[in-house]
C-alpha cells in the first residue's frame, strides 16, 4: 500500500464540506475574514463569497480556525450548442500564515472528489496556478459570455477571449476549443 501524501502526515488539520444552507453565521464570518485575509484587497468587505454564494464549500480547520477554502458551485453552461452541467471552482484559499503546508493541494482533492461526485460533465475555473494544471486542469482559449457582476449588482454582458480559463473533464466529453461558452449569467 501506498503512504498518504505527505501533506496529510503533516497537517493537524480537518476537511470538511459545508452545503451553503448549513453554512453558520460563525463559519460564514471565518470564510469571509479567511478571504479577506488571503486575497488582501477589499473585494470581499469580509463576506464569505466574493459576487454570488456558492452550493458547496470545502473547508480546512486547525482547531476552530478556518484555514483553507474552496467554493463549489454547480450550474448548467453552453458550449456551443451543447448543454453541459459544470461544476465551477472559485475563492481557492489559504490563510497566508499557513501557506507552503500543501492546504491547497489537500482542499482541491477533496473538492474534485465532491466535483466528480456529481451530475457535472466537466469543471471550470478562472486562474492560471500551478496547483490546477497539476491536478489536470486544461489552460483554454474560448470567449466566454457572461453578464458581469459589480459589487453584488448585475452589470452589462461581457463577450471575453482567454480570461485565464481552465477545465477539467469530469465525464466522457470533447471540449470543443472554438466554441463560445455561455455561461448563462455571471461567471461564479
Given at each position: ?8 502526515r ?11 444552507m ?82 491547497a ?50 452589470g ?33
Amino acid at each position: 500500500m501506498e503512504p498518504p501524501p505527505s501533506y496529510k502526515r503533516q497537517l493537524p488539520m480537518q476537511i470538511e464540506q459545508i452545503a451553503e444552507m448549513d453554512l453558520t453565521t460563525a463559519d460564514d464570518r471565518a470564510i469571509g475574514q479567511l478571504l479577506n485575509a488571503a486575497f488582501s484587497t477589499a473585494e470581499f468587505n469580509g463576506r464569505s463569497y466574493f459576487q454570488n454564494r456558492h452550493h458547496l464549500r470545502v473547508i480546512a480547520r486547525d482547531g476552530d480556525a478556518i484555514i483553507g477554502h474552496i467554493a463549489l458551485s454547480i450550474r448548467a453552461i453552453r458550449m456551443g450548442d451543447t448543454l453541459l452541467d459544470s461544476v465551477g471552482i472559485a475563492e481557492v484559499a489559504t490563510h497566508p500564515d499557513h501557506r507552503g503546508k500543501g492546504i491547497a493541494s489537500a482542499l482541491m482533492e477533496e473538492a474534485l472528489t465532491a466535483a466528480r461526485a456529481t451530475i457535472a460533465d466537466v469543471c471550470i475555473l478562472f486562474g492560471d496556478e500551478k496547483l490546477y494544471a497539476g491536478v489536470g486542469f486544461q489552460a483554454k482559449t474560448n470567449r466566454t459570455l457572461t453578464i458581469s457582476m459589480h459589487n453584488q449588482r448585475s452589470g452589462p454582458q461581457e463577450n471575453r477571449a482567454g480570461d485565464k480559463l481552465m477545465v477539467l473533464p469530469l465525464r466522457d466529453i470533447t471540449w470543443d476549443d472554438n466554441a463560445l461558452i455561455d455561461f448563462i449569467g455571471f461567471a461564479f
